[in-house]
Nanobody, 116 residues
Framework: QVQLVESGGGLVQAGGSLRLSCAAS????????MGWYRQAPGKQREQVAG???????NYGDSVKGRFTISRDNAKNTVYLQMNSLKPEDTAVYYC??????????WGQGTQVTVSS
């Protein structure tokens, strides 16, 4: 079993920055991918960014150039640096850790609110 603890959400003005962290504990064997998803009210959950154990990254089109994902394998922690935040970035952000993008574990979610 894997436990995920997220931190770093909050309220920020448009144009501001936030950094999310997600620390994983438990059996991390073969957990190759880590990432962040978000879900806004009335919308489907979408992937924001992902990173493999080897460091390959991918980003959703709406956040490219503004968000940066990174991971510390020694600490089993994944980070999401969010810059130039927009009101449309407001959502609950969920950490994901898994064997692949279809089999893994979810964090409890952290609220990010961007005011205009």
């Amino acid at each position: 079993q894997v436990q995920l603890v997220e931190s770093g959400g909050g309220l920020v003005q448009a144009g501001g920055s936030l950094r999310l962290s997600c620390a994983a504990s438990g059996s991390m064997f073969r957990l190759n991918v880590m990432g962040w998803y978000r879900q806004a009210p009335g919308k489907q959950r979408e992937q924001v960014a992902g990173i493999t154990r080897g460091g390959s990254t991918n980003y959703g089109d709406s956040v490219k150039g503004r968000f940066t994902i990174s991971r510390d394998n020694a600490k089993n922690t994944v980070y999401l640096q969010m810059n130039s935040l927009k009101p449309e970035d407001t959502a609950v952000y969920y950490c994901y850790v898994g064997f692949n993008w279809s089999s893994g574990y979810w964090g409890q979610g952290t609220q990010v609110t961007v005011s205009s």
